[in-house]
């Protein structure tokens, strides 16, 4: 009886650090990404509020302007009542842990276009669950659905034409200036979104594609699919 009594009192304390490692991963880290993410959006607005003729330029991660984990620019998502800061870099200690949309620049994995470029291809990462899960349902977005990414000056809206539910996490083709598997067949101005799939592992990749359909000044205000939403 004493040792069935030690048993079950170990069980129990097993199930107690499962449930509480559970709470942290999927509830406590998304307050704290939550948190610094907004903390990011807000600085940014401040920022183009109080400098609105510093110009994109300035805050091109090319430019050696901004650092690893340092935000440039925010991402919407109508459809999926996304608002997320975009940093340089996919690393997860500086950028994905912290509830922000990553930018492939070529620091641990491939280099991407920035939305300003003329032809090639911005391609972002961002977590599924936990830490702020910014992409938690992109798997919901079809053909025609908008994605929407404002910088200093400019709104650039994307329109989604398809996506890739399940791939290698190896498979750099996806995020090519002409990205293998999206259907388009020359240099264009695109968007590849990257997260992992299934949920709750990062086994495979999923991936969303979309063509740049407009740019909007910043000084006209939001377009008409943030109609209401934020700046």
């Not at 276009?113 to 090639?120: E, F, I, K, L, S």
């Not at 404002?150 to 290698?168: C, E």
Request: proline share 8%; charged share 15%.
């Amino acid at each position: 009886m004493i040792a069935a009594r030690t048993l079950a009192e170990l069980m129990l304390t097993v199930g107690v650090l499962a449930l509480l490692l559970v709470s942290y991963l999927l509830w406590w880290t998304n307050v704290l990404a939550d948190r610094a993410a907004g903390d990011a959006v807000a600085s940014l607005q401040r920022q183009w509020a109080d400098e609105p003729a510093s110009g994109d330029a300035l805050q091109n991660p090319r430019n050696g302007t901004t650092v690893p984990g340092q935000s440039f620019a925010i991402l919407y998502i109508p459809k999926l009542d996304v608002k997320s800061p975009i940093a340089q870099g996919v690393g997860k200690e500086k950028v994905l842990d912290r509830g922000m949309v990553g930018h492939y620049d070529g620091v641990g994995g491939p280099v991407s276009a920035m939305p300003g470029d003329t032809t090639g291809n911005f391609a972002l990462a961002a977590h599924r669950n936990s830490h702020g899960e910014p992409f938690r349902r992109i798997n919901r977005l079809v053909p025609g659905d908008t994605v929407i990414v404002r910088t200093a000056n400019t709104y650039y809206t994307y329109d989604v034409t398809g996506s890739l539910p399940q791939t290698s996490p190896a498979n750099a083709a996806v995020v090519r200036p002409v990205p293998q598997g999206s259907g388009f067949t020359g240099p264009g101005r695109y968007l590849t979104l990257t997260t992992c799939t299934p949920e709750f592992t990062s086994t495979y990749r999923l991936i969303v594609w979309g063509k740049l359909a407009s740019e909007r000044p910043a000084s006209q205000g939001p377009p008409p699919a943030l109609a209401g939403g934020g700046s």
